[in-house]
């Protein structure tokens, strides 16, 4: 797995991890709701992952499905969400998490 990934997802911040592809349409539409929920939830970092280039990360994390939406806190997955998530579903679970 990449060194920079395991670093970032090992902080203390907790990290939201969006796994998505550029042909995947339900990806595109995460974009700006991950933009609000970085811009409301300042204490977590969000990270932006394409499988078709990083495919060994997402498959150590059992990727199948996108997008995939994760949260790490201190290295570990808290939460994932399969599919399009509303920013007040997930502003919620990573509050939940803070």
């Keep these: 797995m990449n060194e920079r990934f395991k670093t970032i997802i090992n902080s203390e ?5 969006d796994f998505y592809a550029d042909w995947c349409e339900p990806c ?3 974009t700006p709701i991950l933009k609000t929920v970085k811009k409301d939830i300042r ?12 495919p060994v990360i997402a498959h150590s994390f ?3 499905s996108l997008p995939t ?9 808290e939460w994932m ?3 399009v998530h509303s920013a007040c579903d997930i502003k919620e679970i990573v509050s939940n998490h803070l």
């Excluded at 939406?69 to 997955?77: C, S, T, W």
């Design 13 to 17: 911040r907790p990290v939201l991890v």
């Design 28 to 30: 595109k539409l995460m």
């Design 43 to 54: 204490q977590v970092r969000v990270l932006k992952v394409n499988v078709d280039h990083n």
């Design 62 to 64: 059992g990727i199948h």
């Design 69 to 77: 939406v994760v949260l790490f806190k201190k290295g570990k997955p």
């Design 81 to 83: 969400g399969v599919g």
